[in-house]
């Protein structure tokens, strides 16, 4: 069973930068694809960017696209995701999964990291 653990979370204003990480432990880290995403209340949670195993693929939504940036240390069994031009609306909590391959997201949510951009 991996365990995810986000952190990096805070108060920023429109504009700025926040780098959030997702720590695992447990199973096999550098076999997974990783992914970000974001809930805001009563909405569904959305896939805002995933990163292969051996950081050979990435992927974005559009709503991020040139703005975010995610990557991985295999050796510290963590990934990040660097936001910047930070808006309002990416007001959220933020919450790391992981898949083999093009599989399904295969774990338990983790409390999150709250984003909140400021106006």
């Known amino acids: 069973q991996v365990q995810l653990v986000e952190s990096g979370g805070g108060l920023v204003q429109t504009g700025g930068s926040l780098r959030l990480s997702c720590a695992a432990s447990?199973?096999?880290?550098?076999?997974?694809?990783m992914g970000w995403f974001r809930q805001v209340p009563g909405k569904e949670r959305d896939l805002l960017a995933a990163?292969?195993?051996?950081?050979?693929?990435?992927y974005y939504a559009d709503s991020v696209k040139g703005r975010f940036t995610i990557s991985r240390d295999n050796a510290k069994n963590t990934v990040y995701l660097q936001m910047n031009s930070l808006k309002p609306e990416d007001t959220a909590g933020y919450y790391c999964?992981?898949?083999?391959?093009?599989?399904?997201?295969?774990?338990?949510w983790g409390q999150g990291t709250q984003v909140t951009v400021s106006s």
């Open positions: 447990g199973g096999f880290f550098s076999s997974y694809g």
């Open positions: 999964n992981y898949r083999l391959g093009g599989g399904s997201w295969m774990g338990s």
């Open positions: 990163i292969t195993w051996n950081s050979g693929s990435t």
